[in-house]
């Protein structure tokens, strides 16, 4: 069985949280394609060049346990709106979508880009204030010393990058279902994710 599920949405809304649990749910791969970027941004950080970086990714380099950090992320922003880089990332991201058995891919342009055939689309959202008090909870573990309105302002610039690029923009595709985690638990946002598989499934 071939069944895609396409998660779009800016950082810190739940979208990753939501692939990770639709993948266990419905026993599909996940493909976290931030991470594609992310490694390649580290190669890049480590003295690459960028398309070169991407050409050379390993699956042992999305395994690395330094991509999460704010300046990968950064890089990770800046490296991703290079249309060759996104070109030399875009079959692996393609064969993994169509892969037997289902799959599940969450990034920025993947129900509009990648998986425009997807059986299912979602772009998973939520206010500024909550995305940043999530992403501040996160990194804050490893940098105390950061402060909400730091995480507040990457946010935002990273969001002005993506959805401004002229390569593959983040935005939500037309038939895609619109998830506003602001105010839901995450066992609320997953049990709606998971509400539209199903329904998509049973057609």
Request: charged share 25%.
């Amino acid at each position: 069985m071939k069944f895609t599920v396409a998660i779009d949405g800016p950082a810190a809304a739940g979208k990753g949280t939501i692939a990770r649990s639709l993948a266990a749910q419905f026993g599909f791969g996940h493909l976290d394609t931030g991470l594609l970027y992310r490694a390649t941004a580290r190669r890049v950080m480590d003295g690459e060049d960028p398309l070169s970086a991407a050409l050379a990714l390993q699956s042992s380099d999305l395994r690395r346990g330094d991509l999460r950090t704010a300046q990968v992320g950064q890089v990770a922003s800046k490296v991703a709106a290079m249309p060759k880089v996104r070109t030399a990332l875009l079959d692996f991201q393609k064969n993994f979508a169509r892969r037997e058995g289902g799959a599940v891919l969450d990034g920025r342009d993947i129900g509009t880009v990648i998986c425009p055939e997807a059986e299912v689309k979602l772009f998973v959202t939520a206010t500024d204030a909550v995305r940043a008090q999530r992403r501040h909870a996160e990194l804050s573990q490893k940098d105390p010393a950061l402060t909400v309105e730091e995480v507040l302002a990457d946010l935002r610039a990273r969001d002005m990058r993506d959805a401004g690029r002229d390569t593959a923009p983040m935005t939500a595709s037309a038939d895609a279902l619109l998830l506003d985690t602001s105010e839901l638990t995450i066992e609320e946002a997953i049990e709606m994710a998971g509400a539209a598989v199903i329904a998509k499934m049973a057609v």
